[in-house]
């Protein structure tokens, strides 16, 4: 959610420069979103007051696990092709 985070603003925003992109990118490679989704916990995202609030929907919940694993492969997409641009990120939650 990105490096450093904007303080003093309403809303959460936070950026992350160039130089450390190289090193997120490796990490998300490396993580292994199948497995860690094996033993996804709808009740601990819950308690944990995880953002977004959707963590009642038992039902749902192969489909917001493959939302999850969707997001995460566009998001290893998205920092690839920062870090190929030599840009920046800059995250916004509303």
């Known amino acids: 959610l990105g490096v450093m985070a904007v303080e003093d603003i309403s809303d959460y925003v ?3 420069e160039h130089n450390h992109l190289a090193n997120i990118v490796a990490a998300l490679d490396q993580f292994d979103i199948k ?3 094996e033993s996804f916990d709808m009740t601990a995202c819950k308690e ?14 192969e489909e917001i696990k ?7 492969e566009q998001m ?5 092709k920062v870090l190929e ?5 800059l995250v916004s939650i509303c």
Request: aromatic share 18%; hydrophobic share 40%; charged share 30%.
């Open 35 to 37: 497995s860690a989704l």
């Open 76 to 80: 290893k997409v998205f920092y690839k």
């Open 85 to 89: 641009a030599k840009g920046h990120v």
């Open 48 to 61: 944990a007051e995880l953002y977004p609030n959707i963590w009642d929907y038992d039902e749902e919940e």
């Open 14 to 16: 936070a950026y992350t």
């Open 66 to 72: 493959d939302e999850i694993l969707h997001d995460f």
